[in-house]
C-alpha cells in the first residue's frame, strides 16, 4: 500500500505554493471545531417575513416556524416590517432600523420567509435584507450565521423566491443550510385561526427548522473561525502596515 507523504515538522506546508504568503497561510484542523468554552444558552432565530397583509402567509409561516423552534429548545424574535422605510429613504438613525439593526446583532441564526410576487421575492423582504449591514464598525452582523430560506406561493409550487434569498444569504456571508421550504397554493395550507394544517409541506417545515437548529448549534460557536479567510488576514496586515508607515512619514 502506498503511504502518503509527510512533510517535515520544520517544512512550511506553503513551501511548494510561490504566490503563498506563509505568514498567513493556515491549514485546517478538526481541533478549531471544539469551542473552548461552549455556548450553554439557547440558540438565537431571528424571523423575517415578507408581506404586512392582513392575513400574511408568510408571516404565518414564520409564527409556525417560530413555535417548532421554540419546542427545539430556541429563543425567537420576529420582526415587523410595518413601518420600516424604504432603504435610502430615511437615516440610518430611524427607530424602525435601529431595531432591525439590533435583532441582526442579537440573532446567531435566521428565517427568511417571502411570498413569490412576479416571480420574485418581495419588496418588502428585500428591503429588510438591505437595512442590515455587510459591516457596522468592526461587526459584520449576518457573517457566520445560519439562514433557513422559505417561500409561499398563491400557484403552483416555485423557488424563484428562496433561490434568490440564497445569493442574498451567500452576499451576506451566512451559513445557509441546505433545506428549504416552499408552500404552494398558501391558502390551502392555513386554517381560519392562522395554524398551518398538516400536510408534507408542514412536514418539510418541520424539517428545515430542525436542521437549522442543528446547524447553528453546531457552527455558532466557531463561526469567526469558519469565516476567517486566507485574503483579508493577508490584506488587513497590509493596510495596518500602510497606516503605520504613514504616522512614521
Known amino acids: 500500500m502506498r503511504r502518503a507523504s509527510v512533510l517535515p515538522a520544520a517544512e512550511s506546508p506553503a513551501a511548494d505554493l510561490p504566490h503563498i504568503d506563509p505568514a498567513f ?3 485546517p484542523t478538526a481541533a478549531r471545531l471544539q469551542a473552548p468554552v461552549p455556548s450553554t444558552h439557547p440558540p438565537r432565530i431571528l424571523l423575517l417575513y415578507g408581506s404586512v397583509r392582513e392575513r400574511s402567509y408568510s408571516r404565518l409561516a414564520s409564527e409556525e416556524a ?3 423552534l421554540q419546542a427545539m429548545g430556541a429563543q425567537t424574535q420576529t420582526f415587523d416590517p410595518r413601518g420600516l422605510p424604504l432603504p435610502d429613504d430615511a437615516p440610518d438613525s430611524h427607530p424602525r432600523v435601529q ?3 439590533q435583532l441582526a446583532q442579537w440573532a446567531e441564526g435566521m428565517v427568511w420567509c417571502s411570498p413569490e410576487r412576479h416571480g420574485a421575492m418581495t419588496g418588502i423582504m428585500k428591503s429588510q435584507i438591505d437595512w442590515i449591514p455587510l459591516s457596522d464598525g468592526a461587526v459584520r452582523p449576518t457573517q457566520g450565521k445560519t439562514l433557513a430560506v422559505m417561500q409561499v406561493s398563491g400557484g403552483s409550487q416555485s423557488f424563484n423566491a428562496v433561490n434568490q434569498m440564497r445569493v442574498l444569504g451567500r452576499w451576506m456571508r451566512m451559513l445557509t443550510i441546505p433545506n428549504q421550504s416552499s408552500v404552494a397554493k398558501a391558502f390551502l395550507e392555513f386554517d381560519e385561526a392562522g395554524r398551518m394544517k398538516p400536510s408534507a409541506y408542514y412536514d418539510r417545515l418541520v424539517d428545515v427548522m430542525e436542521e ?3 446547524l447553528t ?3 455558532r ?3 469567526p473561525w469558519l469565516v476567517d479567510r486566507y485574503s483579508e488576514r493577508k490584506e488587513s496586515a497590509e493596510a495596518l502596515s500602510q497606516r503605520v508607515n504613514q504616522r512614521a512619514l
Do not use: G, H, I
Open 25 to 27: 497561510f493556515v491549514r
Open 66 to 68: 417560530a413555535r417548532l
Open 99 to 101: 431595531q432591525l439593526r
Open 212 to 214: 437549522l437548529v442543528k
Open 217 to 219: 448549534l453546531l457552527t
Open 221 to 223: 460557536d466557531v463561526s
